[in-house]
């Protein structure tokens, strides 16, 4: 810690030596207005104090920073937070959380205030873009940047992502080489403020409908329900409300494919008797419901990832810093072919 540094923020920020150094080693002693002045203070003179005395010595904090746009308890942060620790934990690495990243508040606050900590060693961005400005920020952190799952990975030092698009767009396929017809989309709105990979899935879709126009009679449409807990619920309600009910649903995850079977069956529409679905990620509880889907393995990605970042830190060179994992179609008994001119049983 540098003496005149720490008295340059102290006098800009109008405070004491000792307040800078606890809004950075004990920030809860510090109220969130003075802690602010300190770090803009901070950041103008791009000063940082390192929290422990093996940060001091070797220049490592063994952390790094996991970012995340939706709780750690979904399925995929689940996963590749499990494949993460599975290589870094050995390495003699703590993760540190940073959930909610989709919130504008939230996203400030981190990107603001993380290149004046400096207190990670790597940062791993999963499923969402960050902005360039948001790059040139972590950029002042000198730690590598990993994307896991992420948009425009060329913004990062290393990515591992699953070709969302390719992925739905082989779904949506597939319904269409089964001989279906009248065929949905179900899915969650995007965030307007933050791009998301699983927003791609849509992409895939229309992009598959589409081609199929011109040498199959298809009648297609995106149904879009609001985010959040009840999204399974507006789906259902999309799909009943629509005048001729679908003999094809693809579903954006299995997380909306999956209650949609059982609720649908409480109205007397049976899969794959009444129609075809599919879902994407092949996550817990899709063989229980013998759920055909595309399969990705998230756990894998954020193992692949580790080892980039560990590559990283250690100054070593990648043989492919951005990989592309392409999604596998599992059949299972949700799917099956239209007969011509069946009659909708119910």
């Not at 063994?62 to 995340?68: D, I």
């Not at 390719?166 to 396929?173: D, K, L, S, V």
């Not at 049976?270 to 990620?281: A, E, K, L, N, T």
């Not at 970042?309 to 951005?322: A, F, Q, T, V």
Request: overall charge negative; charged content about 25%; hydrophobic content about 40%.
């Amino acid at each position: 810690m540098h003496k005149k540094g720490i008295r340059e923020v102290a006098h800009i920020a109008g405070v004491s030596i000792s307040t800078v150094s606890r809004a950075f080693t004990r920030p809860e002693l510090v109220s969130e207005k003075t802690r602010e002045r300190v770090m803009e203070a901070a950041s103008m003179l791009d000063f940082n104090i390192s929290r422990s005395a093996t940060a001091l010595k070797s220049g490592q904090t063994f952390r790094v920073a996991l970012l995340m746009n939706e709780e750690v308890t979904s399925w995929f942060n689940t996963q590749v937070f499990a494949g993460l620790n599975s290589v870094l934990h050995d390495a003699g690495y703590d993760i540190s959380l940073f959930q909610h990243i989709d919130d504008a508040k939230n996203r400030e606050s981190f990107f603001v205030n993380l290149p004046v900590l400096r207190n990670v060693d790597a940062v791993f961005v999963a499923s969402f873009a960050i902005e360039p400005n948001e790059v040139e920020q972590l950029r002042r952190t000198h730690v590598p940047i990993i994307g896991i799952n992420t948009p425009s990975s060329s913004a990062f030092d290393a990515s591992i992502s699953i070709d969302d698009e390719a992925g739905m767009f082989r779904a949506a396929q597939h319904m269409i080489n089964l001989g279906h017809h009248k065929i949905v989309y179900t899915c969650s709105a995007a965030e307007e403020s933050l791009e998301a990979s699983i927003d791609a899935r849509g992409r895939g879709f229309v992009r598959a409908c589409e081609a199929a126009e011109g040498t199959h009679d298809i009648d297609w449409k995106v149904l879009s329900v609001p985010r959040g807990r009840d999204f399974a619920d507006a789906a259902l309600a999309a799909v009943l409300s629509e005048e001729t009910f679908p003999d094809a649903i693809c579903c954006q995850m299995d997380m909306m494919a999956i209650p949609l079977i059982i609720k649908l069956q409480r109205h007397g529409y049976y899969s794959p008797r009444d129609y075809s679905i599919i879902g994407f990620d092949d996550s817990a509880y899709a063989d229980t419901v013998d759920l055909t889907t595309m399969r990705q393995d998230p756990f894998s990605m954020g193992a692949t990832a580790a080892k980039k970042g560990l590559k990283l830190l250690r100054g070593e060179p990648l043989d492919e810093p951005h990989s592309i994992v392409e999604p596998r179609l599992v059949l299972r008994g949700t799917d099956a072919r239209l007969e011509p001119d069946r009659p909708l049983e119910r």
